[in-house]
Protein backbone atom coordinates (compact mmCIF):
# COMPACT_ATOMS: atom_id res chain seq x y z
CA UNK A 1 0.00 0.00 0.00
CA UNK A 2 2.53 2.14 0.69
CA UNK A 3 4.29 1.90 -2.64
CA UNK A 4 1.79 2.94 -4.57
CA UNK A 5 1.68 6.72 -3.78
CA UNK A 6 5.72 6.60 -5.04
CA UNK A 7 4.68 4.40 -7.71
CA UNK A 8 1.61 7.28 -8.77
CA UNK A 9 4.46 10.26 -7.95
CA UNK A 10 7.20 8.16 -10.40
CA UNK A 11 4.44 8.10 -13.02
CA UNK A 12 3.71 11.62 -12.56
CA UNK A 13 7.43 12.85 -12.85
CA UNK A 14 7.87 10.80 -15.51
CA UNK A 15 5.05 12.36 -17.52
CA UNK A 16 5.93 15.85 -16.33
CA UNK A 17 9.76 15.03 -17.29
CA UNK A 18 8.52 13.98 -20.78
CA UNK A 19 6.29 16.82 -21.73
CA UNK A 20 9.19 19.25 -20.61
CA UNK A 21 11.62 17.66 -22.54
CA UNK A 22 9.20 17.98 -25.64
CA UNK A 23 8.54 21.71 -24.69
CA UNK A 24 12.43 22.46 -24.76
CA UNK A 25 12.64 20.65 -28.33
CA UNK A 26 9.81 22.74 -29.93
CA UNK A 27 11.42 25.71 -28.02
CA UNK A 28 14.86 24.76 -29.45
CA UNK A 29 13.17 23.96 -32.73
CA UNK A 30 11.83 27.93 -32.37
CA UNK A 31 14.33 29.57 -31.46
CA UNK A 32 16.60 28.03 -34.12
CA UNK A 33 14.47 29.35 -36.48
CA UNK A 34 14.43 32.55 -34.52
CA UNK A 35 17.73 32.79 -34.24
CA UNK A 36 18.31 32.22 -38.05
CA UNK A 37 15.70 35.47 -38.16
CA UNK A 38 16.58 37.69 -35.27
CA UNK A 39 20.32 37.33 -35.35
CA UNK A 40 19.97 36.18 -31.26
CA UNK A 41 22.68 34.31 -29.23
CA UNK A 42 21.06 31.31 -28.39
CA UNK A 43 20.36 30.30 -24.92
CA UNK A 44 20.66 27.28 -22.22
CA UNK A 45 18.80 24.44 -21.38
CA UNK A 46 18.65 25.86 -17.97
CA UNK A 47 17.23 29.13 -18.66
CA UNK A 48 14.82 27.45 -21.33
CA UNK A 49 13.54 24.96 -18.22
CA UNK A 50 13.82 27.86 -15.07
CA UNK A 51 14.31 30.75 -16.33
CA UNK A 52 17.21 33.09 -16.45
CA UNK A 53 18.35 36.66 -17.09
CA UNK A 54 18.00 37.68 -20.93
CA UNK A 55 21.72 37.11 -22.17
CA UNK A 56 23.12 40.21 -23.67
CA UNK A 57 22.59 40.22 -27.64
CA UNK A 58 25.40 40.89 -29.60
CA UNK A 59 25.68 43.56 -31.79
CA UNK A 60 26.31 41.81 -35.33
CA UNK A 61 26.34 45.04 -38.46
CA UNK A 62 24.29 44.18 -41.18
CA UNK A 63 26.20 41.90 -43.86
CA UNK A 64 27.86 44.72 -46.39
CA UNK A 65 25.39 44.64 -49.24
CA UNK A 66 27.63 44.95 -52.59
CA UNK A 67 26.96 47.96 -54.56
CA UNK A 68 27.75 47.19 -58.14
CA UNK A 69 28.32 50.04 -60.31
CA UNK A 70 25.81 50.74 -63.28
CA UNK A 71 27.03 48.89 -66.45
CA UNK A 72 29.18 51.19 -68.49
CA UNK A 73 27.43 52.44 -71.56
CA UNK A 74 29.22 51.66 -74.75
CA UNK A 75 29.55 54.86 -76.95
CA UNK A 76 30.00 54.61 -80.32
CA UNK A 77 33.78 55.65 -81.28
CA UNK A 78 34.21 59.58 -82.61
CA UNK A 79 34.09 59.45 -86.40
CA UNK A 80 37.80 59.42 -87.57
CA UNK A 81 38.50 63.02 -88.73
CA UNK A 82 39.45 62.61 -92.60
CA UNK A 83 42.04 64.97 -94.04
CA UNK A 84 41.64 65.55 -97.13
CA UNK A 85 44.91 66.50 -99.04
CA UNK A 86 45.60 68.99 -101.33
CA UNK A 87 44.69 67.82 -104.99
CA UNK A 88 48.52 67.06 -105.97
CA UNK A 89 48.97 69.32 -109.62
CA UNK A 90 49.35 67.40 -112.55
CA UNK A 91 52.49 66.35 -113.94
CA UNK A 92 54.07 68.56 -116.81
CA UNK A 93 53.00 67.56 -120.20
CA UNK A 94 56.79 67.22 -121.97
CA UNK A 95 57.05 68.61 -125.46
CA UNK A 96 57.55 66.49 -128.12
CA UNK A 97 61.20 68.31 -128.79
CA UNK A 98 62.13 66.97 -125.24
CA UNK A 99 65.37 66.73 -124.82
CA UNK A 100 66.38 63.17 -123.65
CA UNK A 101 68.62 62.29 -120.47
CA UNK A 102 69.85 59.03 -120.31
CA UNK A 103 70.98 57.51 -117.14
CA UNK A 104 73.02 54.05 -117.20
CA UNK A 105 74.63 52.36 -114.26
CA UNK A 106 73.88 49.82 -111.60
CA UNK A 107 71.58 50.19 -108.71
CA UNK A 108 72.81 53.86 -107.48
CA UNK A 109 72.58 55.24 -111.17
CA UNK A 110 68.37 53.58 -110.67
CA UNK A 111 68.30 56.38 -107.67
CA UNK A 112 70.16 58.75 -109.59
CA UNK A 113 67.20 58.29 -112.07
CA UNK A 114 64.47 58.80 -109.84
CA UNK A 115 66.46 61.95 -108.20
CA UNK A 116 66.63 63.57 -111.94
CA UNK A 117 62.72 62.98 -112.48
CA UNK A 118 61.84 65.01 -109.43
CA UNK A 119 64.29 67.61 -110.28
CA UNK A 120 62.87 68.10 -113.62
CA UNK A 121 59.63 67.36 -112.83
CA UNK A 122 58.55 70.40 -113.78
CA UNK A 123 60.28 71.12 -116.94
CA UNK A 124 58.86 70.60 -120.44
CA UNK A 125 61.66 70.33 -122.66
CA UNK A 126 63.56 67.82 -120.36
CA UNK A 127 62.86 63.51 -119.98
CA UNK A 128 64.52 61.56 -118.40
CA UNK A 129 64.91 57.79 -119.07
CA UNK A 130 66.82 55.49 -116.85
CA UNK A 131 68.39 52.04 -118.03
CA UNK A 132 70.05 50.23 -114.67
CA UNK A 133 70.47 47.10 -113.44
CA UNK A 134 70.60 46.30 -110.37
CA UNK A 135 74.32 43.73 -110.01
CA UNK A 136 75.41 44.93 -113.02
CA UNK A 137 78.88 46.88 -113.62
CA UNK A 138 82.13 46.82 -115.87
CA UNK A 139 83.71 43.18 -114.59
CA UNK A 140 81.06 41.11 -114.88
CA UNK A 141 80.31 41.24 -118.58
CA UNK A 142 79.43 37.73 -118.10
CA UNK A 143 76.25 38.74 -116.44
CA UNK A 144 75.68 42.10 -118.49
CA UNK A 145 77.48 43.56 -120.98
CA UNK A 146 77.13 47.20 -120.92
CA UNK A 147 79.80 47.99 -123.75
CA UNK A 148 76.84 45.82 -126.00
CA UNK A 149 74.12 47.21 -124.71
CA UNK A 150 75.03 50.82 -124.35
CA UNK A 151 75.24 51.44 -127.60
CA UNK A 152 71.77 50.04 -129.10
CA UNK A 153 70.29 52.05 -125.57
CA UNK A 154 71.75 55.47 -127.65
CA UNK A 155 70.25 54.19 -130.90
CA UNK A 156 66.73 54.11 -129.53
CA UNK A 157 66.38 56.84 -127.75
CA UNK A 158 68.85 59.59 -129.50
CA UNK A 159 69.48 61.21 -125.78
CA UNK A 160 70.78 64.61 -125.48
CA UNK A 161 73.19 63.70 -122.71
CA UNK A 162 74.44 60.56 -121.19
CA UNK A 163 74.59 60.15 -117.31
CA UNK A 164 76.95 57.49 -115.57
CA UNK A 165 77.04 55.66 -112.13
CA UNK A 166 78.45 52.63 -111.95
CA UNK A 167 81.08 50.97 -109.76
CA UNK A 168 79.81 49.64 -106.56
CA UNK A 169 79.40 46.22 -107.47
CA UNK A 170 82.65 46.17 -109.46
CA UNK A 171 84.93 45.03 -106.27
CA UNK A 172 84.81 41.49 -107.16
CA UNK A 173 87.36 39.33 -109.35
CA UNK A 174 87.27 40.44 -112.98
CA UNK A 175 86.79 37.41 -115.41
CA UNK A 176 86.52 37.56 -118.99
CA UNK A 177 88.71 38.14 -122.22
CA UNK A 178 91.73 35.89 -121.05
CA UNK A 179 91.83 37.96 -117.64
CA UNK A 180 91.16 36.41 -114.00
CA UNK A 181 92.27 38.99 -111.83
CA UNK A 182 92.00 39.37 -107.72
CA UNK A 183 90.34 42.69 -107.00
CA UNK A 184 93.24 45.26 -106.12
CA UNK A 185 95.88 43.86 -107.91
CA UNK A 186 97.92 46.08 -110.20
CA UNK A 187 96.69 44.15 -113.36
CA UNK A 188 93.00 44.52 -112.23
CA UNK A 189 93.07 47.98 -112.38
CA UNK A 190 94.75 48.44 -115.38
CA UNK A 191 92.56 46.15 -117.00
CA UNK A 192 89.48 48.40 -115.46
CA UNK A 193 90.65 51.71 -116.34
CA UNK A 194 90.91 50.11 -120.26
CA UNK A 195 86.98 49.55 -119.77
CA UNK A 196 86.22 52.93 -118.13
CA UNK A 197 88.12 54.30 -120.95
CA UNK A 198 86.44 52.37 -123.75
CA UNK A 199 82.94 52.62 -121.97
CA UNK A 200 83.12 56.53 -121.89
CA UNK A 201 84.57 56.20 -125.49
CA UNK A 202 81.07 54.99 -126.60
CA UNK A 203 79.24 57.94 -125.51
CA UNK A 204 82.06 60.81 -126.61
CA UNK A 205 82.56 59.42 -129.61
CA UNK A 206 79.01 60.18 -130.80
CA UNK A 207 79.32 63.81 -129.60
CA UNK A 208 76.96 63.34 -126.77
CA UNK A 209 77.69 65.12 -123.39
CA UNK A 210 79.11 63.12 -120.67
CA UNK A 211 78.79 62.88 -117.11
CA UNK A 212 79.94 59.72 -114.82
CA UNK A 213 78.95 60.41 -111.60
CA UNK A 214 81.34 59.03 -108.86
CA UNK A 215 80.88 56.66 -105.83
CA UNK A 216 80.10 58.21 -102.28
CA UNK A 217 81.70 56.88 -98.82
CA UNK A 218 79.93 53.79 -97.39
CA UNK A 219 79.14 52.12 -94.10
CA UNK A 220 82.07 49.71 -94.42
CA UNK A 221 85.52 51.02 -93.95
CA UNK A 222 87.13 48.80 -96.69
CA UNK A 223 84.10 49.80 -98.98
CA UNK A 224 84.93 53.39 -98.12
CA UNK A 225 88.94 53.13 -99.22
CA UNK A 226 87.80 51.21 -102.47
CA UNK A 227 85.22 53.81 -103.56
CA UNK A 228 88.12 56.42 -103.08
CA UNK A 229 90.45 54.82 -105.71
CA UNK A 230 88.13 54.03 -108.04
CA UNK A 231 86.68 57.89 -107.83
CA UNK A 232 90.27 58.84 -109.01
CA UNK A 233 90.25 56.14 -111.81
CA UNK A 234 87.19 57.25 -112.87
CA UNK A 235 87.64 61.00 -112.74
CA UNK A 236 91.06 60.59 -114.72
CA UNK A 237 89.69 58.41 -117.49
CA UNK A 238 86.49 60.02 -118.15
CA UNK A 239 88.29 63.17 -118.26
CA UNK A 240 90.62 61.99 -120.89
CA UNK A 241 88.06 61.17 -122.89
CA UNK A 242 86.14 64.35 -123.18
CA UNK A 243 83.56 63.27 -120.13
CA UNK A 244 82.83 65.30 -116.84
CA UNK A 245 83.41 64.20 -113.64
CA UNK A 246 80.90 65.09 -110.72
CA UNK A 247 82.28 64.60 -107.07
CA UNK A 248 79.11 63.82 -104.59
CA UNK A 249 82.11 63.11 -102.01
CA UNK A 250 81.41 65.30 -99.45
CA UNK A 251 77.72 65.33 -100.14
CA UNK A 252 77.57 62.20 -97.60
CA UNK A 253 80.45 63.33 -95.05
CA UNK A 254 80.43 64.65 -92.17
CA UNK A 255 83.33 67.86 -91.46
CA UNK A 256 85.85 65.11 -90.92
CA UNK A 257 85.57 63.07 -94.14
CA UNK A 258 83.81 60.29 -92.25
CA UNK A 259 80.39 58.67 -93.62
CA UNK A 260 77.28 59.72 -92.20
CA UNK A 261 73.82 58.08 -92.41
CA UNK A 262 72.14 61.22 -91.75
CA UNK A 263 72.87 64.92 -92.96
CA UNK A 264 71.64 67.78 -94.56
CA UNK A 265 69.22 67.39 -97.25
CA UNK A 266 68.86 69.89 -100.43
CA UNK A 267 66.88 72.15 -98.25
CA UNK A 268 69.42 71.93 -95.52
CA UNK A 269 67.31 70.10 -93.16
CA UNK A 270 68.63 67.33 -91.24
CA UNK A 271 67.36 64.15 -92.88
CA UNK A 272 68.29 60.04 -93.25
CA UNK A 273 70.34 60.18 -96.32
CA UNK A 274 71.63 56.14 -96.57
CA UNK A 275 69.55 52.87 -95.26
CA UNK A 276 70.52 50.61 -92.44
CA UNK A 277 73.24 48.90 -94.37
CA UNK A 278 75.39 51.60 -95.49
CA UNK A 279 75.04 51.00 -98.73
CA UNK A 280 71.78 52.04 -100.41
CA UNK A 281 70.08 55.40 -100.60
CA UNK A 282 66.94 57.02 -99.06
CA UNK A 283 64.89 58.80 -101.34
CA UNK A 284 66.41 62.29 -99.63
CA UNK A 285 69.65 60.74 -100.50
CA UNK A 286 68.71 60.02 -104.07
CA UNK A 287 67.74 63.45 -104.13
CA UNK A 288 70.83 64.65 -103.28
CA UNK A 289 72.99 63.11 -105.54
CA UNK A 290 70.43 64.18 -108.20
CA UNK A 291 71.37 67.66 -107.12
CA UNK A 292 74.93 67.41 -107.86
CA UNK A 293 74.16 66.18 -111.29
CA UNK A 294 71.47 68.76 -112.13
CA UNK A 295 73.31 71.83 -112.15
CA UNK A 296 75.68 70.68 -115.09
CA UNK A 297 73.07 69.11 -116.73
CA UNK A 298 71.25 72.67 -116.87
CA UNK A 299 73.99 74.24 -118.04
CA UNK A 300 74.64 71.55 -120.86
CA UNK A 301 70.83 71.86 -122.10
CA UNK A 302 70.48 75.68 -121.48
CA UNK A 303 67.50 76.86 -121.79
CA UNK A 304 65.54 73.39 -123.02
CA UNK A 305 65.93 72.47 -119.25
CA UNK A 306 64.03 75.41 -117.46
CA UNK A 307 60.26 75.09 -116.28
CA UNK A 308 59.20 78.05 -118.19
CA UNK A 309 59.97 77.27 -121.87
CA UNK A 310 56.93 77.44 -123.90
CA UNK A 311 56.34 76.08 -127.24
CA UNK A 312 55.20 79.37 -129.60
CA UNK A 313 52.68 79.52 -132.09
CA UNK A 314 52.46 80.78 -135.53
CA UNK A 315 48.78 81.52 -135.41
CA UNK A 316 47.13 84.82 -133.67
CA UNK A 317 45.58 82.81 -130.89
CA UNK A 318 43.63 85.57 -128.64
CA UNK A 319 43.94 84.88 -124.76
CA UNK A 320 41.53 82.60 -123.12
CA UNK A 321 39.20 85.01 -121.52
CA UNK A 322 39.00 86.70 -124.78
CA UNK A 323 37.69 84.37 -126.63
CA UNK A 324 34.10 84.17 -125.35
CA UNK A 325 33.66 87.85 -125.45
CA UNK A 326 30.63 89.36 -127.69
CA UNK A 327 31.34 90.90 -130.77
CA UNK A 328 30.65 94.61 -129.17
CA UNK A 329 33.13 93.96 -126.54
CA UNK A 330 35.90 92.88 -128.94
CA UNK A 331 35.29 95.94 -131.47
CA UNK A 332 36.75 97.81 -128.10
CA UNK A 333 39.71 96.14 -127.80
CA UNK A 334 42.67 98.31 -129.24
CA UNK A 335 45.46 96.83 -130.31
CA UNK A 336 48.84 98.50 -131.25
CA UNK A 337 51.36 96.94 -133.69
CA UNK A 338 55.04 95.60 -132.22
CA UNK A 339 57.10 98.32 -131.54
CA UNK A 340 61.02 97.66 -132.41
CA UNK A 341 64.03 98.78 -130.29
CA UNK A 342 65.38 100.58 -133.62
CA UNK A 343 62.31 102.51 -134.38
CA UNK A 344 63.60 106.51 -134.64
CA UNK A 345 60.17 108.06 -135.13
CA UNK A 346 58.53 106.82 -131.67
CA UNK A 347 60.03 109.66 -130.08
CA UNK A 348 59.33 111.84 -133.00
CA UNK A 349 62.73 112.29 -134.49
CA UNK A 350 64.44 110.99 -137.68
CA UNK A 351 67.17 109.58 -135.59
CA UNK A 352 68.15 107.77 -132.45
CA UNK A 353 69.64 109.80 -129.97
CA UNK A 354 73.09 111.07 -130.24
CA UNK A 355 73.12 110.66 -134.46
CA UNK A 356 72.81 114.17 -134.71
CA UNK A 357 75.30 116.92 -134.28
CA UNK A 358 75.04 118.75 -131.58
CA UNK A 359 73.25 122.56 -132.13
CA UNK A 360 75.23 125.29 -132.07
CA UNK A 361 73.82 128.00 -129.22
CA UNK A 362 73.60 131.74 -129.96
CA UNK A 363 72.75 132.52 -126.41
CA UNK A 364 75.63 131.04 -124.20
CA UNK A 365 74.03 129.07 -121.20
CA UNK A 366 74.79 130.01 -117.39
CA UNK A 367 77.38 127.52 -117.14
CA UNK A 368 79.61 129.36 -120.36
CA UNK A 369 79.18 132.62 -118.43
CA UNK A 370 80.34 131.41 -115.15
CA UNK A 371 83.34 129.63 -116.53
CA UNK A 372 84.52 132.08 -119.46
CA UNK A 373 83.36 135.05 -118.30
CA UNK A 374 83.13 135.08 -114.53
CA UNK A 375 79.46 136.42 -114.71
CA UNK A 376 76.53 134.71 -112.59
CA UNK A 377 73.13 135.55 -113.38
CA UNK A 378 71.36 137.60 -110.28
CA UNK A 379 69.54 135.42 -108.15
CA UNK A 380 65.61 135.81 -108.03
CA UNK A 381 64.13 137.79 -105.86
CA UNK A 382 63.23 136.52 -102.38
CA UNK A 383 65.36 133.66 -102.66
CA UNK A 384 68.09 132.64 -99.78
CA UNK A 385 70.92 133.61 -102.21
CA UNK A 386 69.67 136.93 -103.14
CA UNK A 387 71.72 139.29 -101.06
CA UNK A 388 70.27 142.66 -102.81
CA UNK A 389 69.20 145.40 -100.82
CA UNK A 390 65.09 145.94 -100.57
CA UNK A 391 63.95 148.90 -102.35
CA UNK A 392 62.40 151.43 -100.33
CA UNK A 393 59.49 153.70 -101.57
CA UNK A 394 59.85 157.42 -100.83
CA UNK A 395 57.26 158.69 -98.61
CA UNK A 396 54.34 160.77 -100.40
CA UNK A 397 54.70 164.25 -99.67
CA UNK A 398 51.00 165.31 -97.92
CA UNK A 399 52.00 168.60 -97.40
CA UNK A 400 49.92 171.87 -97.23
CA UNK A 401 51.10 173.81 -99.46
Known sequence: MRNRPARATMAAAKAILTTLLAACFALACLLTAAEAQEQRPRRTLLQMLFGGPEPDVLYRPAP???IRPPPRKRTAPPPRQVVVQPDAPPPVQKLPDAKTILVVGDFLAGGLGDGLDDAFSTSPGVVVQTRSTVASGLVRQDYYNWPQQLPAMMDQLKPAMVVVMIGANDRQQMIGDGLNEKFGTDPWYLAYEERVQQFGKLVTSRHIPLLWVGLPPFGSDQMT???????QLYQSQVESVGGEFIDIWDGFTDQNGEFIVTGSDINGQQVRLRTADGI?????GKRKVAFYVEKPTRRLLGDQASPDITRLDTGNQLPAEQVNLPPAEMEKITRTQPMGLSDPNLD??????G???ARDSITPSPRDLLVEKGQMAPAPTGRVDDYRLPVVAAPAD????
Not at 225 to 231: H, Q, R, T
Open 225 to 231: ADAVKLN
Open 280 to 284: NLTAA
Open 348 to 353: GGAQLL
Open 64 to 66: RRL
Open 355 to 357: GAP
Open 398 to 401: NSIK
